[in-house]
């Protein structure tokens, strides 16, 4: 299986700040036939299900505010909330879909600082 | 919209079996585009992928719940269901059901959820 490892496991963050997310995969996630990234993040609130955010590590779901961002490639990846706002606060996941079993970050808490 | 509904027994005794289903709408489950999976999420707020499956039945499993997993689907009723044999307080979690845009791909959309308790 593909370990996902994401990094800090919880972050607190002043309002308007930049907050940054790290995720870690044991083994490429990089489909080089297509030049895909099979990385995908979501959202979790509090009794809810969790919500997708970002796609091909990088690409945003419709919906999604811009201040969301994807980057990396390969093995390392970062979800960025450009300005975080009130309503950010979430527990965040990575999740791969390159191989079976797909798998889950451990998550990381976003709270307010 | 589209929207996903799971439902079953939220209790469930050990040894026996879980059963659940997913009742789709607002879209069709026979999709050339998309699979149907199940996910849970343990107590501790841990996510693991139970598997997929295609409105044709084809299915792709979570190895290390190969041997007590069956996936499947009913196009009449918009239907796809779960079932878990042998269930032990371990298998307690939240179960949803999701739409996968893709395969592989990850869920755009998720049920709501239902929660399962394993006890006697």
């Known amino acids: 299986d593909i370990v996902m490892t994401q990094s800090p496991d919880s972050l607190a963050v002043s309002l308007g700040e930049r907050a940054t997310i790290n995720c870690k995969s044991s083994q490429t996630v990089l489909d080089r036939s297509n030049n895909k990234n099979y990385l995908a993040w979501y959202q979790q609130k509090p009794g809810q299900p969790p919500k997708l955010l970002i796609y091909?590590?990088?690409t945003r779901q419709s919906g999604v505010p811009d201040r969301f961002s994807g980057s990396g490639s390969g093995t390392d990846f970062t979800l960025t909330i450009s300005s975080l706002q009130a309503e950010d606060v979430a527990v965040y996941y990575c999740q791969q879909c390159y191989s079976t079993p797909r798998t889950f970050g451990q998550g990381t808490k976003v709270e307010i600082k | 919209q589209l929207q996903l509904q799971e439902s079953g027994p939220g209790l469930v005794r050990p040894s026996e079996t879980l059963s659940l289903i997913c009742t789709v709408s607002?879209?069709?489950?026979?999709?050339?585009?998309?699979?149907w999976g199940w996910i849970r999420q343990f107590p501790g707020k841990g996510l693991e992928w139970i598997g997929s499956l295609y409105y044709s039945g084809r299915t792709h499993y979570n190895p290390s719940l190969k041997s007590r997993v069956t996936m499947s689907v009913d196009t009449s009723k918009n239907q796809f269901s779960l079932r878990l044999t042998s269930m032990t307080a371990a298998d307690a979690a939240v179960y949803y059901c999701?739409?996968?845009?893709?395969?592989?791909?990850?869920?755009?959309?998720w049920g709501q959820g239902i929660l399962v308790t394993v006890s006697s």
């Open positions: 091909w590590a990088s």
């Open positions: 999701a739409r996968d845009f893709g395969s592989p791909a990850p869920s755009d959309y």
């Open positions: 607002g879209g069709s489950i026979i999709s050339s585009d998309h699979y």
